[in-house]
């Protein structure tokens, strides 16, 4: 069984330009999140979704963030424009079911530089 | 909030040495989960636990509620240990979100 994919691993950008990573959740997982590491601090929670609605989103940072799910698959985060701030590793879990106790699948995470 | 604190951030032991990572938190939890990333990679989950102690191979977590504490120990060490590992809390039933340490760097030497 295939497990949590993200792409891009690494992405290299300018100031104010866009990026999309795109998180790919083991196949059946109700639940995904998206979570990230600046440089030097600990890993935090960005948001949760449940199928394709979004449970919890209070640690997005701003509005230039932008989280979706379609179908309740794949997910995609789009930042824009991005500031130099917003470099760090962005990390992607999912886990099945409802029950909040099931274990969470972490995959590689997208490395993003903002220059 | 749930604070989570890690002992020791840094940690060198030679090859064969039995080690001892800490976790301690703020506020009571449904869940710990300790977490492995080696250089590069992605991030493991190695044990979730919320009562007792477990074991998988030469990895061993126990977790005592009371205290608010956890412990990682790795027994016989080997240079492919060498990661950082992270411990997480799941805050209260019904949590889906995770509080994170900053994560203790292990180096075994061989």
């Known amino acids: 069984e295939a497990g949590v994919t993200q792409f891009p691993s690494h992405s290299v950008i300018e100031k104010g330009q866009t990026v999309t990573l795109r998180c790919d959740p083991i196949?059946?997982?109700?639940?995904l999140y998206w979570y990230r590491r600046v440089m030097g601090k600990e890993i935090k929670f960005l948001l949760h979704?449940?199928?394709?609605?979004?449970?919890?989103e209070s640690g997005m940072p701003n509005n230039r963030f932008l989280a979706e799910r379609t179908g309740g698959t794949y997910s995609t985060l789009k930042v824009q424009p991005a500031e130099l701030e917003d470099s760090g590793v962005y990390f992607c879990?999912?886990?099945?079911?409802?029950?909040?106790?099931?274990?969470?699948?972490f995959g590689p995470g997208t490395r993003l530089t903002v220059t | 909030k749930n604070e989570v604190e890690q002992s020791p951030q840094n940690l060198t032991a030679q090859e064969g040495e039995f080690i001892t990572i800490n976790c301690s938190y703020s506020?009571?939890?449904?869940?710990l989960h300790w977490l492995q990333q080696h250089p590069g990679g992605g991030i493991v989950s190695l044990f979730m636990?919320?009562?007792g102690k477990k074991k998988h191979g030469r990895l061993i977590a126990t977790i005592n509620i009371q205290e608010k504490h956890s412990s990682l120990h790795i027994t016989a060490s080997h240079p492919r240990d060498s990661a950082v590992y992270i411990c997480?809390?799941?805050?209260?039933?019904?949590?889906?979100?995770?509080?994170f340490g900053k994560g203790t760097k292990l180096s075994v030497i061989p």
């Open positions: 506020v009571g939890i449904s869940a």
């Open positions: 636990l919320s009562s």
């Open positions: 979704f449940v199928k394709e609605s979004k449970q919890d």
């Open positions: 997480a809390v799941r805050s209260g039933a019904g949590s889906y979100q995770l509080t």
């Open positions: 196949s059946g997982h109700d639940n």
């Open positions: 879990a999912s886990s099945q079911g409802t029950r909040s106790s099931y274990e969470q699948y």
